[in-house]
């Protein structure tokens, strides 16, 4: 719960045409080097009987941001209309160079992918890249029911060779199988096919468990408010 007291000064403050003093506050901003402050009469919130200072709280932020003020809970916190309007103008900045700082990143990302596309595509497998090649899946590439021997894909042996993952792909076609022969890849598909099936399976439960926590959550939200 907010202190009231250490939020606000209070004191009294003129009230109506006459200037009449009544009870009040003066609300400061709490920014490096400004002195910016409001007063505001809050006699009427006082006189009740009833009202506590989380409740007074509420009233007067509510008064003052009607001004154009930031309220916080501590009196450093507050921010008059100026330097609330000129943090909001530096967040805004803020996140515009970082949304200007990713683009340029992604863009720089995306020109070195597609110059190594570019470079990539414009080699030509030559009749020892085949011979190379021819040797390397011989030796790491089982049989045609089977597939690859354990570990090994196109894209290692891409990466073994230092060359086009295509060119791999193409010589393994054209004179060994289907890559997706591989006895790890097909129980790693079969796995993840049944566990997608058990999840599936106890999908409606857990909304009705969700449903149950949101219900609960917001029990007790009601319960510590009546305590408080």
């Known amino acids: 719960m907010r202190d009231i007291a250490t939020a606000f000064e209070h004191t009294t403050v003129p009230y109506g045409d006459d200037g009449k003093l009544v009870r009040g506050i003066i609300a400061r901003c709490g920014a490096p080097n400004c002195e910016a402050a409001v007063p505001?009469?809050?006699?009427?919130?006082g006189a009740?009987?009833?009202?506590?200072?989380?409740?007074?709280?509420?009233?007067?932020?509510?008064?003052?941001?009607?001004?154009?003020?930031?309220?916080?809970?501590?009196?450093?916190?507050?921010?008059?209309?100026?330097?609330?309007?000129?943090a909001k103008t530096a967040a805004i900045h803020q996140t515009e160079e970082k949304i200007m700082a990713n683009k340029k990143e992604m863009l720089n990302s995306t020109s070195s992918s597609a110059l190594q596309v570019v470079q990539e595509n414009a080699r030509v497998m030559t009749r020892e890249d085949r011979r190379i090649i021819f040797e390397k899946l011989n030796e790491v590439y089982l049989n045609d029911k089977v597939g690859?021997?354990?570990?090994?894909?196109?894209?290692?042996?891409?990466?073994?060779?230092?060359?086009?993952?295509a060119w791999v792909r193409l010589i393994r076609e054209e004179n060994f199988g289907d890559e997706?022969?591989?006895?790890?890849?097909?129980?790693?598909?079969?796995?993840?096919?049944?566990?997608?099936?058990?999840?599936r399976a106890i999908e409606p439960e857990m909304r009705r468990l969700l449903?149950?926590?949101?219900?609960?959550?917001?029990?007790?939200?009601?319960?510590?408010?009546?305590?408080?």
């Open 211 to 228: 449903g149950m926590a949101d219900k609960i959550e917001r029990q007790l939200a009601d319960i510590q408010k009546v305590l408080k």
């Open 148 to 165: 690859y021997a354990q570990g090994w894909t196109d894209e290692k042996v891409s990466t073994d060779l230092g060359i086009p993952r």
């Open 180 to 199: 997706v022969g591989n006895e790890d890849i097909r129980k790693q598909v079969a796995e993840a096919t049944t566990m997608l099936a058990q999840v």
């Open 40 to 45: 505001l009469p809050v006699n009427v919130m």
């Open 48 to 86: 009740s009987r009833g009202v506590d200072d989380h409740i007074e709280h509420q009233f007067i932020a509510r008064k003052l941001e009607q001004k154009g003020w930031r309220i916080g809970k501590s009196r450093t916190s507050h921010r008059c209309p100026r330097c609330f309007n000129a």
